[in-house]
């Protein structure tokens, strides 16, 4: 339950201080001692007191005008899942943060710091005047919330848990700089998605785990332990990580070959292993498995019973040689650069390419509620060639019309506003995709090819799902490896490495791209969505067509895009006459329990049958519709 007070901060006294009633006035109604009162007074602003009544902070804030003193008042809610009162305004920055987070798919670190003076007989200047310093010491992704006189909370994109060592130091050199420098500075921390994915579940975490930084008599930084209630973010003084953090950090970090080297250990030795990290870490770890994976049912069992180990300290043994190999290699050191790189690369305005112009167009009249179908019609008409390739598609034996469809309008009347605007869109970026610059890295065209086909399973296998009826499933589709065209155009030298290195080994592209960039294309493809002001549905799709499960409500959506990719994938497979079963195992890991598990809630009859009754189906349907691969030519 949420309790609501009204704050009063002082932001300047014009007398300094020196009217006699005000110093009383103070302690009285803001119990402040004489001593608190001279040192805000000299050092504005600051936080007087919290008021549960309107009324009582009305009385107070005339009574401080009248001698000067110019006050805020501000909401601010209490709930028993913070250790702090905040402004619901901020509060909700923060969860759009969050938000963005979470789309993104990127781990993210929250950092909760209080500090205070190392002798409690001194005060501390409010950090409430120091908001902007704060955020000039930081990165410009990372978001910075000063709360009260004391706390502020650090939100670091793409900090992993790994990495936070880094952050707690940059985060006690500023307080000591713009601070003081004698000063205690507490830090907890919690990471995003693997300890939640709210504010309110990290911010449990990081308040029962706070690491206290201070300086000894000769000024040297240390750092201690001062609580220690949640084994996987304890850390050793020494700064290293401990042993159940290395086990959850190799399990959640492991990409591309290390993940297939884990997967690779005899079934009860990887489960001895597992067992020692959280339950959460151990389903993410389990999602990624491909569908087929003979540790599907075994860990899944496993996992939902929480199985005995057999022998910890041998499979201990086994992972920690992984880790330190995987400490050594390259990419993995790497990976927090090529991802910062690509990053502050997409955070640029003119990074991203444009959106055509004409499904710009259509967009904006189909979201003007006083638009009429005539509107809608006229805008697509501009582009007569855009005109021909709507109509090729309706007409084609996909649609399986009884009679012809000879205009726009005739197609927007029977098929509705949604799906021609939704088709005029996806259809209008075959330009982007056949002029892109791919560096000779991919064949635009085959490109093209594949999503076009993507496109078209993912609308048939959506003819017995209504709930996606206006969701844009044809163009989530085609659009779902924009990310692609993005890498390869602006860093075709990194995409040449991951091209390489999948080539090399039975390892799918998107692993590859997470192992190496610690992002893959549909993390791309998000910002794209973003920019141009898509849908949530489609940007979703195109976000997490490759781990559905971080989706939310949009899971299913992303899900049946994920099996498309694949399905399109596979039929392109069997029919090259010199595809072998590296190539095939290849794209079977592309398909993944992940993916599974949202498949079964779409259709109560999936299983392996079905996968392969959907192959024939879906092969023999793009045959029948071949000619529109080519719409874009």
Same mark, same amino acid.
């Given at each position: 339950?949420?309790?609501?007070?009204?704050?009063?901060?002082?932001?300047?006294?014009?007398?300094?201080?020196?009217?006699?009633?005000?110093? &009383?006035?103070?302690?009285k109604?803001?119990?402040?001692?004489?001593?608190?009162?001279?040192?805000?007074?000299?050092?504005? %602003?600051?936080?007087?007191g919290?008021?549960?009544?309107k009324?009582?902070?009305?009385?107070?804030?005339?009574?401080?005008?009248?001698?000067?003193?110019?006050?805020?008042?501000?909401?601010?809610?209490?709930?028993?899942?913070?250790?702090?009162?905040?402004?619901?305004?901020?509060l909700?920055?923060?969860?759009?943060? +969050?938000s963005?987070?979470?789309?993104a798919?990127?781990?993210?670190?929250?950092?909760?710091?209080?500090v205070?003076?190392?002798?409690?007989?001194?005060?501390?200047?409010?950090?409430?005047?120091?908001?902007?310093?704060?955020?000039?010491?930081? &990165?410009?992704?990372?978001?910075?919330?000063?709360?009260?006189?004391?706390?502020?909370?650090?939100?670091?994109f793409?900090?992993?848990?790994?990495?936070?060592?880094?952050?707690?130091?940059?985060?006690?050199?500023?307080?000591?700089?713009?601070?003081?420098?004698?000063?205690?500075?507490?830090?907890?921390?919690?990471?995003?998605?693997?300890?939640?994915?709210?504010?309110?579940?990290?911010?449990?975490?990081?308040?029962?785990?706070?690491?206290?930084?201070?300086?000894?008599?000769?000024?040297?930084?240390?750092?201690?332990?001062?609580?220690?209630?949640?084994t996987d973010?304890t850390? $050793?003084?020494n700064?290293?990580?401990?042993?159940?953090?290395?086990?959850?950090?190799?399990?959640?970090?492991?990409?591309?070959?290390?993940?297939?080297?884990?997967?690779?250990?005899p079934?009860?030795?990887?489960?001895?292993?597992?067992?020692?990290?959280?339950?959460?870490? $151990?389903?993410?770890?389990?999602?990624?498995?491909p569908?087929?994976s003979?540790?599907?049912y075994?860990?899944?069992?496993?996992i939902k019973?929480?199985?005995? %180990? &057999?022998?910890?300290?041998?499979?201990?043994?086994?992972?920690?040689?992984?880790?330190?190999?995987?400490?050594l290699?390259?990419?993995?050191?790497?990976?927090?650069?090529?991802?910062?790189k690509v990053?502050?690369?997409?955070?640029?305005?003119?990074?991203? +390419?444009?959106? %055509?112009?004409?499904?710009?167009?259509?967009?904006?009249?189909a979201?003007d509620?006083?638009?009429?179908?005539?509107?809608?019609?006229?805008?697509?008409?501009?582009?007569?060639?855009l005109?021909?390739?709507?109509l090729?598609?309706?007409?084609?034996?996909f649609?399986?019309?009884s009679?012809k469809?000879?205009s726009i309008?005739?197609?927007?009347?029977?098929?509705?506003?949604?799906?021609?605007?939704?088709?005029?869109?996806?259809?209008?970026?075959?330009?982007?995709?056949?002029?892109?610059?791919?560096k000779?890295?991919?064949?635009?065209?085959?490109?093209?090819?594949?999503?076009?086909?993507?496109?078209?399973?993912?609308?048939?296998?959506?003819?017995?799902?209504?709930? +996606?009826?206006?969701?844009?499933?044809?163009?989530?589709?085609?659009?779902?490896?924009?990310?692609?065209?993005?890498?390869?155009?602006?860093?075709?030298?990194?995409?040449t490495?991951?091209?390489?290195?999948?080539?090399?080994?039975?390892v799918?592209?998107?692993?590859?791209?997470?192992?190496i960039?610690?992002?893959?294309?549909?993390?791309?493809g998000?910002?794209i969505?973003?920019?141009?002001?898509?849908?949530?549905?489609?940007?979703?799709?195109?976000?997490?067509?490759?781990?559905?499960?971080?989706?939310?409500?949009?899971?299913?959506?992303?899900?049946?895009?994920?099996?498309?990719?694949?399905?399109?994938?596979?039929?392109?497979?069997?029919?090259?006459?010199?595809?072998?079963?590296?190539?095939?195992q290849?794209?079977?890991?592309?398909?993944?329990?992940?993916?599974?598990?949202?498949?079964?809630?779409?259709?109560s009859n999936?299983?392996?049958?079905?996968?392969?009754?959907?192959?024939a189906?879906?092969?023999?349907?793009?045959?029948?519709?071949?000619?529109?691969?080519?719409?874009?030519?």
């Amino acid at each position: 339950m949420m309790e609501t007070s009204y704050r009063v901060i002082l932001k300047k006294c014009s007398t300094g201080g020196h009217h006699v009633e005000l110093p &009383r006035f103070l302690t009285k109604e803001f119990k402040l001692s004489l001593e608190k009162v001279a040192h805000i007074l000299r050092h504005p %602003p600051a936080v007087l007191g919290d008021f549960n009544t309107k009324e009582n902070v009305e009385v107070a804030r005339k009574y401080l005008f009248n001698l000067d003193v110019e006050c805020d008042v501000i909401t601010v809610i209490k709930d028993k899942r913070l250790p702090f009162a905040i402004d619901p305004r901020q509060l909700k920055w923060i969860s759009k943060e +969050f938000s963005k987070t979470l789309r993104a798919g990127v781990e993210t670190s929250l950092f909760y710091v209080t500090v205070e003076p190392d002798n409690e007989d001194l005060f501390l200047p409010s950090l409430l005047g120091k908001q902007e310093e704060l955020e000039n010491m930081f &990165r410009f992704s990372d978001s910075v919330f000063v709360i009260d006189d004391t706390t502020f909370v650090l939100l670091g994109f793409a900090t992993d848990g790994a990495s936070c060592d880094v952050v707690f130091k940059k985060i006690v050199y500023c307080l000591e700089k713009h601070i003081q420098k004698n000063i205690l500075v507490h830090i907890g921390f919690a990471v995003i998605p693997d300890d939640g994915k709210s504010f309110y579940e990290l911010m449990s975490i990081a308040k029962n785990n706070p690491v206290c930084h201070k300086k000894n008599i000769h000024g040297d930084q240390q750092k201690k332990e001062t609580i220690s209630l949640r084994t996987d973010t304890t850390r $050793q003084t020494n700064g290293s990580l401990s042993d159940f953090q290395q086990l959850t950090f190799c399990f959640n970090k492991a990409k591309g070959d290390f993940y297939n080297e884990l997967t690779a250990m005899p079934s009860d030795v990887l489960w001895d292993a597992l067992s020692t990290i959280s339950i959460s870490d $151990q389903k993410k770890f389990f999602l990624q498995l491909p569908h087929d994976s003979h540790l599907t049912y075994y860990l899944a069992e496993k996992i939902k019973k929480q199985s005995a %180990p &057999r022998d910890i300290a041998a499979a201990k043994k086994i992972v920690h040689e992984i880790i330190n190999r995987m400490k050594l290699d390259e990419s993995l050191k790497n990976r927090q650069v090529n991802m910062e790189k690509v990053m502050l690369h997409l955070n640029r305005v003119d990074s991203i +390419f444009t959106m %055509p112009t004409i499904a710009m167009q259509a967009y904006s009249v189909a979201s003007d509620p006083e638009s009429t179908m005539d509107d809608i019609v006229e805008k697509i008409l501009l582009a007569p060639a855009l005109t021909i390739k709507i109509l090729k598609v309706v007409n084609s034996p996909f649609y399986g019309l009884s009679h012809k469809i000879s205009s726009i309008k005739d197609a927007v009347v029977l098929m509705g506003t949604d799906e021609v605007v939704n088709m005029a869109f996806g259809l209008s970026l075959s330009e982007s995709f056949l002029n892109a610059d791919l560096k000779g890295l991919m064949d635009p065209k085959t490109l093209w090819h594949h999503s076009m086909g993507t496109a078209l399973i993912a609308k048939y296998l959506c003819r017995d799902l209504p709930q +996606f009826k206006d969701m844009g499933i044809f163009t989530a589709g085609l659009i779902h490896d924009l990310g692609k065209i993005y890498l390869i155009e602006n860093f075709s030298q990194l995409y040449t490495t991951v091209l390489s290195r999948a080539a090399e080994n039975t390892v799918s592209i998107s692993a590859v791209e997470q192992e190496i960039m610690g992002m893959d294309h549909g993390r791309i493809g998000q910002s794209i969505g973003e920019t141009w002001n898509l849908p949530d549905p489609l940007i979703h799709a195109a976000a997490f067509h490759h781990q559905p499960s971080a989706a939310g409500e949009y899971s299913l959506f992303a899900a049946l895009i994920g099996f498309s990719d694949y399905l399109s994938n596979m039929v392109t497979l069997k029919g090259t006459p010199d595809a072998d079963e590296r190539s095939m195992q290849k794209v079977n890991q592309q398909f993944k329990v992940d993916h599974m598990i949202s498949m079964k809630k779409l259709f109560s009859n999936f299983n392996t049958q079905f996968i392969e009754r959907s192959l024939a189906d879906v092969s023999d349907m793009l045959k029948e519709n071949s000619h529109l691969l080519d719409l874009a030519d």
